[in-house]
């Protein structure tokens, strides 16, 4: 994962809640097997409908609930690989969150309030060190878990660092913990 | 102090802070191809085969094709291929294209028993919430988790707040536990459950069979929840004795879950409470989950809308949707009906639909298909003669998979088509492009595939 602190440049505003995965990245695309190419499916159906042009400025500002329905991580490749760097929004589905915090693709939670003075700004920058977004004419804090903002600054890849407790899982799997639930190999 | 049953399986799990152990791990076609890759490329070896087993749902045709070398659309055989390799090579127990034991990922892990109380689950689904319905922790992941979970048998996941909803009374006659969950989201709203685990609680919970009690837990995440999770108790260990994987010793596991459900006295982040008497019949009218309405209703006024946002959303959803304000849901006509999904596609679902049907034939102006949710369900239906039922009535019985819930498979709608439709998701374009869908139960499925317009299946005789 490449690390990630500084967003600064131009806002692409999609005004519309509950933007679901479905419409991020519809199915047709979820056949392919590799992790790239999904950039030019984004907002498949609503960009050749003609019902929202985006330009690929690193910072897109939507509404509540962003990113909502099926878990495809497909949906955060197609945003990042389309040229988005991070999303505003004043809510994001639990599972787009995460993956997006695997992907280094900055979600950042704001009022909704806040989110429109962004959109209208045009331009903004993201300081995920210091947790604000600024803006001509404002500023705003925002709230991030300390050990994902630790992760996302320094691009660490989260299997290398579980791994290095490997005696931890070893131990709970010696112990009462590894012995829960179904052998799927014998059935 | 006293515990939520959140509580005492988060707690039995954690490795360390917030890295929790991963029992079992379900995967399919769609999510995993990338993991396993991953996997390759960094040399990793799945750690636990045996905590994890693979089906192929998705992508599946449900026409009767019998092994994946035979899907004639070639992304999809190379998908449902490409499983079925990754899973060899790493070891995994694979039901694909013609096992006898195939079938929707949320739907094979209760009828084999691998679902259990008191288990952490996870699946590339967000449906994963579904096992919750047993007392399990079970949740949806990304393709990078997945990796992760092969990897590891573990997850980093931030402590998640908890929420216990609390119905009072009975659903009445009619009514269903897909019912009450659609209630609940059109209450709550769409992010209403986001950040929380919740509990399902309360005597009409307790009197849902496992089916029905999966059902609500299904659509948690429709709601935004992390996981849905019931107590387990006689209704769950009925369910599961005599399954495949269930413990050898099944009675001193039934005496060991016994002690998950939560303690008297345990706090909840936040608790709701709902009359599940006064709940009806529902229908959705719009593009999400929580743009529901009573199926004695009408359409609502988007200039009734407490915010701008909402009435932007419900003008929206309408024009997509082809409806307008203040016609009766009663009125609306859908041309195809879909019955399946992880949601409502298990036997009890199929048994209620036949059972409506007495002997009548499905309206001229509807397509309408049964999907049942694996294989095994599909062979006890066929045993019981539901197929038949089904088939004289002008429905299409067809093979398994997760078919026209998503739409990945050759079974669409096309653009315009209305849908009642028993699946989750009413998104724009889910069942195909330009495809309408409203959610209902099995139930009013099949009425409104009788009459040609949803009915209120509670004067439906």
């Known amino acids: ?187 | 102090m006293p515990k939520t049953m959140f509580d005492k399986i988060w707690e039995a799990h954690e490795v360390k802070e917030n890295l929790l152990y991963i029992d079992l791990h379900l995967v399919h076609e769609v999510t995993s191809p990338q993991a396993f890759e991953g996997l390759r490329m960094s040399g990793r070896k799945l750690r636990r085969p045996d905590k994890t087993v693979a089906t192929a749902d998705h992508n599946v045709p449900t026409d009767g094709t019998p092994t994946a070398a035979l899907i004639k659309d070639a992304l999809s055989r190379k998908q449902v291929e490409t499983l079925e390799k990754n899973a060899a090579d790493f070891g995994v127990p694979v039901y694909s294209l013609g096992s006898e034991t195939q079938g929707i990922v949320h739907v094979i892990g209760p009828e084999l028993g691998l679902t259990q109380p008191g288990m952490t689950i996870v699946c590339g689904d967000s449906h994963t919430s579904t096992h919750g319905a047993f007392g399990a922790l079970a949740f949806g992941i990304g393709t990078s988790e997945v990796e992760h979970v092969m990897a590891t048998q573990t997850l980093n996941q931030p402590h998640p707040k908890t929420m216990r909803i609390n119905y009072t009374g009975r659903l009445g006659e009619g009514v269903t536990s897909k019912d009450l969950i659609l209630a609940t989201i059109g209450k709550l709203g769409t992010s209403g459950m986001t950040g929380y685990v919740v509990e399902y609680a309360g005597e009409a919970i307790e009197a849902l069979t496992m089916e029905q009690r999966m059902t609500v837990c299904n659509m948690t995440i429709e709601g935004g929840g992390k996981a849905g999770m019931i107590a387990p108790d006689e209704i769950t260990f009925e369910y599961m004795r005599g399954k495949a994987g269930v413990p050898e010793d099944f009675e001193a596991a039934v005496e060991r879950w016994k002690q998950l459900p939560t303690d008297e006295g345990a706090s909840f982040d936040t608790e709701v409470e709902i009359d599940a008497s006064a709940i009806s019949p529902m229908v959705t009218w719009g593009t999400t989950p929580g743009m529901v309405t009573q199926v004695t209703a009408t359409v609502p006024d988007p200039e009734k809308m407490d915010s701008p946002a909402d009435k932007e959303a419900a003008e929206r959803a309408l024009q997509y949707m082809g409806l307008e304000a203040g016609t009766p849901m009663e009125e609306i006509r859908p041309e195809r009906v879909f019955i399946g999904s992880c949601t409502n596609s298990r036997i009890s679902d199929l048994r209620e639909a036949a059972g409506a049907i007495k002997g009548r034939k499905v309206a001229d102006s509807v397509r309408a298909m049964v999907v049942p949710g694996s294989a095994l369900v599909k062979t006890q239906a066929e045993e019981e003669g539901l197929d038949k039922i089904f088939e004289e009535a002008g429905f299409e019985w067809r093979g398994a998979g997760c078919s026209m819930c998503l739409g990945m498979n050759p079974d669409t709608l096309f653009e315009g088509e209305r849908c009642a439709s028993t699946s989750n998701r009413n998104f724009e374009g889910r069942q195909g492009k330009g495809g309408r869908t409203h959610l209902v139960s099995p139930t009013m499925a099949t009425a409104a595939a009788i009459e040609g317009h949803f009915v209120d299946i509670r004067n439906w005789s």
């Open chain 1, 1 to 187: 994962m490449e690390a990630i602190n500084v967003i600064e440049g131009e806002v692409s505003v999609l005004d519309r809640s509950d933007v679901d995965t479905d419409q991020i990245i519809p199915k047709q695309f979820l056949k392919r097997v590799e992790r790239t190419g999904y950039g030019e499916f984004l907002f498949y159906d609503w960009i050749r409908d003609g019902e929202v042009e985006l330009e690929p400025h690193p910072i897109l500002v939507s509404g509540r609930n962003f990113g909502s329905g099926s878990s495809r991580e497909h949906a955060v490749w197609a945003l990042h690989q389309f040229g988005f760097q991070t999303v505003i929004a004043p809510s994001f589905s639990d599972i787009f969150y995460s993956n997006s915090t695997k992907n280094g693709f900055l979600p950042v939670v704001l009022p909704e309030e806040t989110c429109r003075e962004i959109a209208t700004a045009g331009q903004a920058r993201v300081d995920l060190e210091n947790q604000t977004v600024s803006w001509d004419g404002g500023e705003a804090s925002f709230e991030i878990d300390a050990e994902i903002k630790r992760r996302l600054l320094g691009g660490l890849d989260d299997i290398a660092l579980t791994l290095q407790s490997e005696d931890a899982i070893e131990a709970f799997e010696a112990g009462p913990g590894g012995t829960y639930g179904p052998v799927t190999t014998s059935l």
